[in-house]
């Protein structure tokens, strides 16, 4: 990375994201990216999980919101083009839970969702990273700076070490999806 910068990250493993959709939903064809257009964290996250769901077949398409003013109506367009949607960890999104579902709910298409607030909201299934797991490596890498010595400009940003795969037990029972048994309900 260069520099005095080094850190962790909360970005989920987008290609296990994907690959989540292929295992719940193997008879789709479309995919919907919905997400705000005006993150660049969410753009970055459909760019990368559309090249990964194109490798497995699937068609995609992007449907951007620029903020809450037009998430429903731009919801309601995926919802009408689409067999199932993905919405990454995005900060509107995530903010306008209960609208998307009022949408994307009724309309019967289930969402994959990039973080459990999403999928909690409105999906039916997520990849959970822990945030108490992410915080300790954090400070594992602070205890290395401030007591070891280490060289922050020699450190590798790291990532969450796992992940689970999570399911919203009300919105798969809503939808009629039955998930496989290595998959949780959210706590």
């Known amino acids: 990375m260069g520099g005095n910068v080094s850190g962790t990250s909360d970005l989920a493993p ?50 951007g919101f620029a903020d809450s003013n037009d998430a429903a109506s731009v919801a309601q367009t995926a919802c009408d083009n689409s067999d199932v949607l993905y919405i990454p960890t995005d900060n509107v999104a995530a903010s306008n839970t209960e609208l998307l579902a009022n949408v994307i709910l009724p309309a019967g298409k289930p969402v994959v969702g990039g973080d459990v607030g999403i999928c909690s909201g409105t999906g039916v299934a997520t990849l959970y990273i822990s945030y108490y797991d992410l915080g300790a490596i954090t400070g594992e890498m602070a205890y290395e700076i401030l007591v070891n010595g280490a060289d922050i400009s020699t450190m590798p940003i790291r990532f969450a070490e796992s992940s689970s795969k999570q399911y919203n037990a009300a919105n798969c029972e809503l939808l009629g999806i039955t998930v496989p048994a290595d998959y949780t309900p959210l706590s």
Do not use: H, R
């Not at 919905?34 to 992007?62: H, M, R, W």
């Open 14 to 63: 987008l290609a296990d994201q994907a690959a989540m959709i292929q295992e719940l939903f193997p008879d789709a064809k479309t995919v919907g990216l919905l997400y705000c257009s005006a993150e660049a964290n969410s753009v970055y996250q459909v760019e990368t999980v559309k090249a990964e769901l194109e490798k497995l077949g699937y068609t995609c398409a992007f449907f």
